[in-house]
């Protein structure tokens, strides 16, 4: 008899998930499900309350909720499973995305009375108002000899689950009194399935200050001289039972087996982060061999033997992934988004050929910018159109076009942010190598990968190295499977470990992208003239971007009291 499990992948703007056959991987259905309030940056859904400043971005945890029940019963449905032959699910999440949450499990955002609290709401991994928390933990951390972010680029980041706990004492403190826990919304949706708190070592090393290794977070003093209101936190807001990824968190409650149409001795698998899951997903269980998660953000994740202090890197943590090995992230806060964001400023006729043509506005531009010739535009681009996370780790960073004249196209400026993003890749592949840590093979996963040939090009060009670009378009999902066939071992059909389950699960890529050895050259030199512009805008707290930032910031808070 085969067995199934389902992997739930929730990304930025909607949910994707795969019933996976166990003994080979083979996919049997997958449904998605587009978030419904999407992301939330200019007010609040009800009562349409001003969100205060900028930086916001926000969630509905319904939307979660609901993905859950359209699209498991869809996947059934869709592929004739019986529910008893489904023996485990798991599910992996954006991080930092995080809530206050109360004593009996919901969100505060989904009581009555916090309703018009933007402080009580989902903050999403790139809700970036926490950046003065973060400017000051760094600098706490630095001024008092601590080493808590030795292994995170020595520098802490407003999407981290700490500075975004400090920001609501400070700004909301009955938001904070009143959270039972502060909760990554994908341990989140663990509690629902199983009821019950259950953190991921992932999340918790990752994003939260706790050592993996020695299995505690900081002591109380550290967050003492932080902030005194916060000395007993992990135990007051209840912090603890942090468990290693790719383990049963439980079974599923009664009434969501009911709700999703599972069997109640489906085991539920503890939440993994999105990027880091996507190792096995691709079938990397080994060390020094990167991937690129590549969807409306990038991430650089890695495996390696060996522990390095590597500046402006996300994090290193020990067994976020597969046991005996550290997990190595890095990432930029922008990919998709940019060009998302680009195409939906292009004049009317653009649109207006794509439409006649019957084709996607991206794949018009890749088309146009693809006749370009390597340089030809004179344009630049800095790829900081939402900060910078690496190498930098400054939210306050913005975006940059530089080479523009009144000749300039508007696919010529696309073809530049196309190449910043695989400059920006390279920067952090070059900090990866500087320190010991050799990027020895890449492959790419995600909706760019799987989507955008041209970029994928570039980027192989870019990195003057073969990519190989997975064989399943939502390789999150299938990663959260194969954690799940290993949550419920093999007694139960699933396998016994993660490193198992993957060797059978995964199919070999089918795409290999490889550089272009007329190409190499000009882009070494393109490169340069990047590195050059990425130096010069980030230097010192005076560069232009950040006085621009400020100014911009004290201009919108205006404006938003006015309103008020």
């Known amino acids: 008899m085969d067995t199934y499990v389902i992997g739930c992948d929730y990304g930025t703007l909607s949910m994707r998930s ?25 007010e609040l859904p009800e009562g349409k309350a001003p969100l205060p400043g900028s930086d916001w971005a926000l969630q509905d945890p319904d939307d979660y909720l609901d993905a859950l029940t359209h699209c498991i019963p869809s996947v059934l449905r869709q592929s004739g499973v019986s529910r008893e032959h489904v023996i485990a699910l798991g599910l992996d999440f954006t991080t930092c995305t995080m809530m206050p949450m109360s004593a009996d499990g919901r969100a505060l955002c989904q009581i009555a009375e916090f309703r018009n609290r933007p ?38 980041s407003s999407e981290w689950m700490l500075p975004k706990i400090w920001e609501i004492l400070r700004k909301d403190p009955e938001v904070y009194q009143k959270a039972y826990t502060f909760i990554e919304a994908g ?45 007993n936190i992990v135990e007051e807001k209840h912090l603890g039972n942090v468990v290693t990824v790719g383990t049963p968190a439980g079974t599923i409650t009664a009434q969501m087996a009911k709700r999703l149409g599972l069997s109640e001795n489906t085991i539920i698998c503890t939440a993994h982060a999105d990027a880091a899951c996507t190792l096995p997903g691709a079938g990397v269980a080994k ?45 930029q806060s922008a990919g998709g988004d940019i060009f998302n964001w680009y195409c939906s400023m292009l004049p009317a006729k653009y649109s207006e050929e794509a ?15 693809g006749r370009l010739a390597i340089g030809q ?49 390279r920067v952090i592949m070059d900090q990866f190598n500087a320190y010991h840590v050799p990027v020895r093979a890449l492959h790419a996963c995600g909706g760019l990968a799987q989507k955008n040939g041209l970029l994928m090009q570039i980027y192989s060009d870019v990195m003057d190295m073969p990519i190989r670009v997975c064989a399943v378009k939502q390789t999150s999902a299938l990663a959260s499977a194969i954690f799940a066939s290993a949550a419920a071992g093999e007694a139960r059909g699933g396998y016994q470990d993660v490193k198992t389950a993957a060797a059978a699960m995964v199919p070999p890529p089918q795409v290999v992208y490889r550089p272009s050895p007329g190409n190499v050259p000009r882009y070494r030199e393109l490169y340069g003239i990047y590195r050059g512009f990425h ?23 205006d404006v938003t009291c006015k309103q008020q």
């Open 355 to 369: 439409g006649a043509r019957g084709v996607h506005i991206m794949d018009l531009m890749n088309e146009k910018a």
């Open 119 to 156: 402080h009580a709401w989902v903050k999403l991994w790139k809700n970036h108002t926490a950046y003065r928390e973060a400017d000051e933990l760094t600098r706490y951390v630095q001024d008092n000899g601590y080493h808590v972010l030795d292994y995170y680029g020595m520098r802490a």
């Open 377 to 425: 535009s004179g344009v630049m681009a800095l790829d900081w159109l939402n900060g910078n996370r690496s190498i930098l780790q400054d939210s306050n960073l913005t975006g940059l076009l530089a080479g523009l004249t009144l000749s300039t196209t508007p696919e010529e400026i696309y073809r530049a942010l196309l190449e910043s993003v695989a400059f920006g890749t």
């Open 535 to 557: 130096d010069q805008m980030s230097q010192g707290a005076d560069s232009p971007m950040r006085r621009l930032r400020g100014v911009q910031r004290a201009v919108l808070s």
């Open 287 to 331: 060390p020094n061999e990167m991937v690129y998660v590549m969807g409306t953000s990038i991430c650089q994740m890695m495996l390696a033997e060996n522990l390095e202090r590597i500046p402006g890197i996300t994090a290193a943590f020990y067994e976020g992934v597969i046991p005996g090995y550290y997990c190595y992230e890095a990432g």
């Open 18 to 42: 795969l019933l996976v056959r166990v003994r080979d991987g083979f996919v049997a259905a997958e449904a998605t499900f587009p978030y419904p309030h999407g992301v939330i940056t200019g």
């Open 187 to 231: 341990d989140f949706v663990v509690y629902q399935l199983c009821g019950k708190i259950v953190r991921s070592g992932v999340f918790a090393a990752a994003r939260g200050l706790y050592n993996n290794k020695t299995r505690r977070y900081p002591d109380a003093s550290f967050f003492r001289g932080l902030d005194p209101r916060l000395e």
